[in-house]
Every structure is written in C-alpha cells, then in structure tokens.
C-alpha cells in the first residue's frame, strides 16, 4: 500500500506521543488525541481470535475517556507506579473514507514506587485515525493484549 510520507510521519508522531502522554501521566492531554466520537477498546487476543464480545475497557466516546480519567484521579484505588511503552514501528492495514487504519506492537512495563519493574501487558495497537491540519486524531484505538491476566487493577490506559 502506497502511503504517503506525511501519513506516515504523522502515524509514528501519533503513536510516540500516545506513550508518552501516558508514561508522563498526562491522561488528560491523552485523552486530546482522540476525536469526539472515538471509540477506545481493552480487549485480549483470545477474544479477538474467538470473536468474543468481551472487553476490558471500553469508552465509546472522548466524554467517556474523560470521566474515566477523572475516575482514576479523583475516586478509584490502585496501585502507585509508573508507566512505561515500548511501541514498535506502525504497519499500515487499510485506508477508508479519510482514515487510515495502523497496527503496531507494545510492551508496557510498570514500576512501582519501591523501584521494582515488571512487564504489565503485551499485545498490539490497532488504531484509526485521521490527520486534519497535519496532525493525527484518533477515532478509534484497539488495544488486543496477548493476556487477560491482569497483575493488578487495570486503572490507567495500555
């Protein structure tokens, strides 16, 4: 697939500030990468595989990203750590009707105020997004984690 070198800067762009927003814990400028009407789905591979309904997380639109931003600041309980991706280069799947559809592997690791670091979650990101005014906008992030298991509360964004 032919894609043009702006989309694709514009795609590597996205997914670096998209890691580390979260890493920073900057979720509320996180959660501006989205488009009003996006979707952002938590979902393990097995599910996918199996073409199960079953979702970790999900938020249907930016309102719901931000309530659950919210949440996780004002209201839930987890526990302290830090965040860190390791996000591989972006594959391009598809292009339809003015998005462009990518899929790139992650590895997030989380290290815990005591200085201990573990690998929280593997997968891959399948995102839609559309580049408006040279800058990329999501309108809809899959997160297919290779596990369901969890080692502690699911809080903040993969």
């Known amino acids: 697939m032919k894609v043009p070198d702006l989309i694709r800067h514009a795609a590597s762009d996205l997914l670096a500030e998209y890691a580390l927003l979260i890493?920073?814990?900057r979720l509320e400028d996180?959660?501006?990468?989205?488009?009003?009407?996006?979707?952002?789905k938590v979902v393990t591979r097995e599910n996918v595989e199996q073409g199960l309904p079953n979702v970790l997380i999900w938020c249907d639109n930016k309102n719901m990203l931000r309530d659950r931003i919210a949440s996780y600041r004002n209201v839930n309980e987890y526990n302290l750590?830090?965040?860190r991706?390791?996000?591989?280069?972006?594959?391009?799947c598809a292009k339809a009707a003015g998005a462009w559809v990518i899929e790139a592997g992650y590895s997030l690791f989380q290290t815990d105020?005591?200085?201990?670091s573990r690998l929280f979650s593997v997968g891959r990101y399948r995102i839609e997004f559309a580049v408006r005014e040279e800058a990329a906008r999501i309108k809809s992030a899959l997160v297919i984690a290779d596990s369901g298991l969890i080692p502690t509360l699911l809080a903040s964004p993969i």
């Open 30 to 40: 996180w959660v501006e990468l989205f488009d009003e009407a996006c979707d952002y």
């Open 81 to 83: 750590h830090w965040d």
């Open 113 to 116: 105020m005591e200085g201990v």
């Open 23 to 25: 890493d920073e814990d």
């Open 85 to 92: 991706h390791v996000i591989g280069a972006p594959r391009f």
